[in-house]
């Protein structure tokens, strides 16, 4: 360490490390692997970005009056007016032929997320490569300890569309349901552990390389602000930085530059509708604020359910993007959306993703600059048409709904990532004595479903694997 490090802690564990673990990331996984450790009282550190989540840039203008990217997609509007996304890409740069989210924040992805999840099946865990009978016993400890809620107040959309579904007939193979939400964000659960003696909370710090010794690992990062370089020691390293930086991390530390490991994103298709049933009707705008329901389907795909359906209100932000497709004024165009908006809502259909040859992201090394990650993803023409074929079969349930499609928006703008890394069935690193995984960079598939609820039950499992080790 530097002899000026703010971050010189006192800590030590028995054979002279700094500490017994260090985890590397404050989202669902880096929160819920550390959480056993701490309660079992083993010295542990978080390294972390630790960003300000509600800092904006200095530029950023009123929602309604700034400006769309280039692309038209909402992940560069954010990058563009974010002072966390910002600092970031600047940090993390990525270059990618789709719209990549990523984020330093204290509680990393968490702190965008608007607290929707599903239970993954059993044939959906064995093909991510996790163990079924131990994701199950701690998704029961993970909904205790986040008081994870089963009752979803209704607005009068979800009642409307919920009636319409118990009498229709294009139900045969899908299940409506109110979907699982709580108010959770992982920032608020790091304020309760730094409670704990035995835990320290490192900020401003983004991990580079990692190195693992005979006896301990070093984890190199530069302070964000200052650039000052630091080096924590710790008995064993749990990785938790979202697939996409822990892959980074891996490959720098390995010196894999230019080799190409998996990438996993979804494919999705934003499908904004006029709800017929709706019109006219007064809404109840304080319910359902996560969402409204959700369909799914009996139906898989290489042991994956085919699609998993989001729907929710209309909101300013769609309501921004919406105008671009609209053929009229902005001065017209702006008032007209805003009297449908109460009776519009939003479609958002998920399809699960696999390894294949054209999906991959690989480590590149310029000289004179950052490392950058290049990430190529591109569908199969199988993956495309079984898509289409989905989606007509969705569409037509939409109609039975009493839900008219205005446009149909297809994209990969989501902040769902896995793959890259392999580990055993510990969770340790392939060909690693001390270096843990505990985020989605593992999973071999990603399903259709919002993953964090399974992130975190794995996290948690893989927290109990390294404890094993102590006891």
């Known amino acids: 360490m530097n002899a000026h490090d703010p971050y010189e802690i006192s800590l030590r564990t028995d054979n002279g490390n700094q500490f017994d673990i260090v985890v590397v990331g404050s989202g669902p996984s880096g929160v819920h692997a550390a959480y056993p450790l701490i309660k079992a ?11 300000d989540s509600q800092r904006q840039s200095k530029e950023l203008q009123e929602f309604p009056d700034a400006k769309l990217t280039k692309s038209g997609h909402y992940y560069g509007f954010v990058k563009e007016s974010s002072y966390v996304f910002n600092k970031t890409f600047e940090l993390l740069p990525i270059k990618s032929n789709i719209d990549i989210i990523q984020s330093l924040a204290m509680g990393g992805l968490s702190e965008v997320w608007h607290g929707i999840c599903d239970f993954f099946s059993e044939n959906e865990l064995l093909a991510i490569g996790l163990p079924p009978d131990e ?7 993970i909904s205790k300890l986040i008081k994870l809620n089963f009752r979803t107040p209704l607005d009068l959309h979800s009642r409307l569309l919920l009636a319409k579904a118990k009498r229709n007939i294009q139900r045969e193979n899908s299940i409506y349901q109110a979907p699982l939400v709580f108010p959770y964000r992982t920032s608020s659960f790091i304020e309760k552990l730094k409670q704990f003696k035995n835990f320290v909370y490192i900020p401003n710090q983004s991990v580079y390389r990692v190195k693992e010794k005979k006896d301990h690992v070093e984890i190199q990062s530069f302070s964000i602000d200052k650039k000052d370089e630091s080096i924590a020691r710790a008995s064993f390293l ?16 390995r010196k894999l530059y230019n080799f ?21 009707k007064k809404n109840d705008s304080k319910k359902s604020r996560y969402g409204q329901i959700v369909i799914s389907t009996k139906e898989t795909d290489r042991g994956a359910d085919s699609f998993f359906i989001q729907l929710y209100r209309f909101n300013p932000l769609f309501l921004h993007k919406a105008l671009q497709y609209v053929v009229l ?36 090394k310029e000289k004179g600059k950052r490392d950058t990650l290049e990430i190529f993803f591109k569908e199969t023409s199988e993956e495309l048409l079984r898509h289409r074929m989905e989606y007509d079969k969705i569409t037509r349930q939409l ?16 902040s769902h990532y896995a793959g890259g890394v392999s580990v055993d069935k510990n969770g340790k690193f392939y060909n690693s004595r001390r270096i843990y995984v505990a985020d989605s960079s593992s999973w071999k598939i990603l399903p259709a479903k919002p993953p964090t609820l399974t992130i975190m039950a794995n996290a948690s499992r893989v927290g109990k694997n390294v404890l094993k080790i102590f006891k």
């Open 399 to 414: 109609w039975s709904l009493g839900l008219v499609p205005l446009r149909t928006i297809i994209g990969y703008t989501t």
């Open 260 to 280: 190409k490991t998996s990438f996993l994103t979804k494919a999705n298709y934003v499908v904004p509708c006029l709800h017929l049933s709706s019109l006219g």
């Open 135 to 141: 994701i199950k016993r701690e998704y029961k400890e």
């Open 41 to 51: 009282g083993l010295n542990v550190a978080m390294i972390d970005g630790g960003l």
């Open 329 to 364: 004024p902005k001065i017209i165009a702006f008032p007209l959306l805003s009297a449908l908006a109460p009776y519009v809502v939003i479609v958002d259909v998920r399809f699960p993703a696999f390894e294949s040859d054209m999906t991959f992201c690989k480590l590149k």
């Open 238 to 253: 749990i990785l938790a930085a979202g697939s996409i930086n822990t892959t980074r991390i891996l490959l720098r530390s």
